[in-house]
């Protein structure tokens, strides 16, 4: 287990301290101290149970913790929601509307995430995951492969969230899908942004340092 290096210039963008989670009774985790610093990817490891999607949905603000804190920015994470700051989250399921097409779809994705949702911004979205021949496709008639591509093309706008909480965003993808997220997170590290992401496979970014935490450790 590794664990990425601290800017001294500014508190990282998402930190936990000595974080716990009890999820129907058992305890999933406990004293958890996790640090994403700007410009870096730490992968989330563990066995299936081991608390992994309940770590994002705690660091995204949505569930309370069992003791122990989340902080964005030094700040902590229900605070910084209430100001505004809030992180791009793609949960494992992907909340893609069924009955709207691909664009209207992604539209209403990015209006709950507070980004610019215009044709010409969700366009360019779906172009850069390959889905430019899908834009008026209903939902439905998706591949599992075409509707991870269209969730995670909410990451592929103009100034995306500085941070990235990612709930096994490979699952489904094919090698060309597997090689746009990539870009997408090499380019969200180029940038100084951060990700947080749950794997059952090696997250490989060529150059690009990969911290790593194996929750099963935090028992």
């Given at each position: 287990?590794s664990?990425?290096?601290v800017s001294h210039?500014?508190?990282?963008?998402?930190?936990?301290?000595?974080?716990?989670?009890?999820?129907?009774?058992?305890?999933?985790?406990?004293?958890?101290?996790l640090?994403?610093?700007?410009?870096?990817v730490?992968?989330?490891?563990?066995r299936n149970?081991?608390?992994?999607t309940?770590?994002?949905?705690l660091?995204a603000?949505l569930v309370?913790?069992?003791?122990g804190?989340?902080?964005?920015?030094g700040?902590?994470?229900?605070?910084?929601?209430?100001?505004?700051a809030?992180p791009?989250?793609?949960g494992?399921?992907?909340?893609?509307?069924?009955?709207?097409t691909?664009?209207?779809?992604l539209q209403?994705?990015?209006?709950l995430?507070?980004?610019?949702?215009?044709?010409?911004?969700v366009?360019?979205?779906?172009?850069?995951?390959?889905?430019?021949?899908?834009?008026?496709?209903?939902?439905?008639s998706?591949?599992?492969?075409?509707?991870?591509r269209?969730?995670?093309?909410?990451?592929?706008?103009?100034?995306?969230?500085?941070?990235?909480l990612l709930?096994e965003?490979?699952?489904?993808?094919d090698?060309?899908?597997?090689?746009?997220?990539?870009?997408?997170?090499?380019?969200?590290?180029?940038?100084?942004?951060?990700?947080?992401?749950?794997?059952?496979q090696?997250?490989d970014?060529?150059?690009?340092?990969?911290?790593?935490i194996d929750?099963?450790?935090?028992?």
């Amino acid at each position: 287990m590794s664990t990425p290096a601290v800017s001294h210039a500014e508190p990282p963008r998402l930190a936990t301290v000595q974080l716990a989670c009890r999820r129907a009774g058992r305890l999933l985790f406990q004293a958890l101290d996790l640090q994403v610093p700007a410009g870096q990817v730490v992968w989330v490891r563990g066995r299936n149970g081991s608390g992994k999607t309940s770590l994002l949905r705690l660091a995204a603000g949505l569930v309370a913790p069992e003791a122990g804190q989340v902080l964005w920015g030094g700040v902590p994470v229900r605070e910084g929601a209430r100001a505004g700051a809030r992180p791009a989250f793609v949960g494992h399921a992907h909340a893609l509307q069924q009955d709207f097409t691909v664009t209207q779809a992604l539209q209403f994705l990015l209006r709950l995430q507070g980004g610019p949702s215009d044709t010409a911004t969700v366009h360019g979205a779906l172009h850069r995951m390959g889905l430019q021949g899908h834009r008026e496709t209903p939902v439905r008639s998706l591949s599992q492969g075409q509707r991870r591509r269209a969730a995670l093309a909410r990451l592929a706008v103009p100034e995306p969230a500085p941070l990235w909480l990612l709930d096994e965003p490979y699952d489904a993808l094919d090698a060309d899908g597997i090689e746009r997220l990539n870009a997408l997170l090499c380019d969200q590290l180029l940038r100084g942004g951060s990700v947080l992401l749950t794997s059952h496979q090696a997250v490989d970014l060529g150059p690009m340092r990969v911290g790593e935490i194996d929750l099963d450790g935090y028992h």
